[in-house]
């Protein structure tokens, strides 16, 4: 293996002690993705959205963004990201970091919505706030699942840099030591 090759790989351990942390931050944007819902079993807003029940969704979603940008933030610090695979995976962290960071916002307006509700008293207004309700929490459930992709490829980019190590040093066991050269013809002369 030439020493070039050997700067640019991201150590074994270090690799796979990122990848268990973006998979695990994975799964905890995926799974907020999925269960933090504003519609009712009908597939509509509720009559009385619970306010509370809505701000809390953007506290979780501002914890979440903030580990990812926590991760983002050690990543980029790290002497990993110059190689070539910890290029890439900074800008998939990169991406997810942006991503979390909008849904918090939108869970915000969709609790301020809600509130807004309880004071209105005109169909339209009542209409107008439960689509911008709808809107908000869809797109910050949106933001969260985007963010949970971008977390995923990151891991995949690690995992196929880890596929290529090996690859790597399966070529250097197959080759061996290097061989001595021949000898010369003729022998020793005196």
Not at 53 to 73: F, Y
Not at 79 to 97: D, E, I, Q, Y
Not at 132 to 153: C, K, N, Q, T, Y
Request: aromatic share 4%.
């Amino acid at each position: 293996m030439k020493p070039d090759f050997q700067r640019d790989l991201i150590p074994r351990d270090d690799a796979l002690h990122l990848i268990g942390a973006l998979n695990a931050m994975k799964d905890k944007l995926h799974d907020a993705a999925l269960q933090w819902e504003l519609l009712d079993e009908t597939g509509h807003v509720p009559a009385t959205p619970s306010y509370s029940a809505l701000l809390q969704h953007a506290t979780e979603a501002q914890d979440l963004s903030r580990n990812v940008l926590r991760l983002t933030t050690d990543f980029a610090h790290s002497p990993h990201r110059t190689t070539h695979a910890g290029s890439t995976v900074l800008k998939h962290l990169a991406t997810a970091a942006t991503l979390s960071s909008h849904a918090a916002p939108h869970f915000a307006e969709t609790a301020e919505c809600a509130l807004a509700l309880t004071r209105s008293t005109t169909p339209t207004d009542r209409r107008y706030l439960t689509d911008r309700m709808a809107i908000d929490h869809g797109s910050a459930r949106a933001f969260l699942r985007r963010a949970s992709e971008s977390l995923r490829d990151a891991a995949k980019e690690l995992d196929d840099h880890l596929g290529f190590q090996r690859f790597l040093a399966s070529l250097t066991r197959r080759e061996g030591p290097p061989k001595p050269p021949p000898p010369r013809p003729g022998g020793l002369h005196r």
